[in-house]
């Protein structure tokens, strides 16, 4: 007896799905246009603060690894599971790489006691304080998405492996990489917004 | 099944050919923005976000490719219209405060 499935019911629950998330994003992207509107250069100060080349790294990283993420699907409908593997772990390590990175980024931050509420950012305009607001919780919640995704895509490791994600049945892989690319735009968003405001 | 057999596979070099014009393009906004474009620099920088998000939603995500059902098609424009609505009604809340 064959299983029933529906790929087309599932891929468009995943993507409304991707499209609360952009609002979810979207509403922070909001604030932060008008904050900026209102302190222009309290977030030109900022924004100085932060570590360009690190976010330009860490973009380059998130689109390498989209691109792993596609070729891991490709390899998959082709029936070569060995290699969709091996690009699954590629996407894999590259996000470990980013969080790494973002965990650098911020320990620096910290260590400089610039953290929300700390006593060092609270001597500072007011301007600055929301911008490191806005920092912390966009960057924050774009990194939780990335360590989901990273679980997401473990699982997807071991199904592969089980054979449970195979040529004729590949949905699960299809639509965690439609989450993976999503947060990949998100940081594509973020890195202008943040590292590069002149 | 049979559905998930139809799916559109891309070619790899598309990808990879994508992947190229996404690394151009990130290289573009890193030296538009040491160039000091003044007030400029925000639009350039978010157009070129916006070209980049749209060819990883069309080739990555392939919404290039599903053709079958409209809602593909209108669901993007759609949320960017609900999004733009509710920047503009902040703006204009904030501007005339």
Redesign the interface.
């Known amino acids: 007896m ?1 299983e029933y ?1 529906d ?2 019911g599932s891929k ?1 629950g995943m ?1 409304l799905f991707l ?1 609360s998330e ?2 979810l994003f ?2 922070l ?2 604030l932060y ?2 904050y900026r ?2 302190n222009p250069s309290a977030f030109h100060l900022g924004a100085e603060e932060l570590n ?1 080349p690190f976010g ?1 790294i860490n ?2 990283i998130l ?2 690894s ?2 792993t ?3 891991s699907i ?1 390899s998959v ?2 029936g070569d599971r060995k290699w969709s593997l091996i690009f699954l772990m590629a996407t894999l390590c590259l996000g470990f790489v980013f969080l790494g990175n973002k965990y650098f980024e911020w320990a620096g931050k910290i260590h400089h006691e610039i953290y929300p509420n700390s006593p060092r950012l609270l001597e500072r305009d007011k301007g600055e304080i929301l911008f490191y607001g806005l920092y912390y919780s966009m960057t924050g919640l774009h990194g939780l998405h990335v360590l989901i995704g990273l679980v997401v895509l473990f699982i997807m490791g071991a199904l592969i492996l089980k054979g449970k994600v195979n040529e ?4 699960p892989l ?1 639509n965690s ?2 989450y993976w ?2 947060v ?2 998100i940081w ?2 973020l ?3 943040f590292y ?3 | 099944m049979e559905s998930e057999r139809k799916s559109p596979v891309v070619k790899d070099r598309t990808y990879v050919l994508v992947w190229v014009g996404l690394v151009i393009l990130t290289g573009i906004t890193v030296s538009v923005a040491g160039m000091n474009l003044g007030r400029w620099s925000v639009s350039v920088v978010l157009i070129i976000a916006a070209i980049k998000s749209g060819l990883v939603l069309n080739y990555f995500m392939h919404l290039k490719y599903e053709k079958r059902i409209k809602l593909f098609k209108w669901m993007i424009p759609g949320i960017l219209a609900v999004l733009i609505l509710f920047l503009g009604l902040t703006f204009f809340d904030v501007a005339f405060r």
Do not use: Y
């Open positions: 064959e499935r790929t087309t468009i993507w499209l952009i609002l979207g509403g992207f909001i246009s008008v509107f209102k360009r330009a973009t380059l689109i390498t989209s691109l993420m596609a070729l490709s409908k082709r004729a049945h590949f949905i299809e990489g439609l690319h999503l990949d735009i594509i968003f890195f202008p917004l590069l405001i002149t």
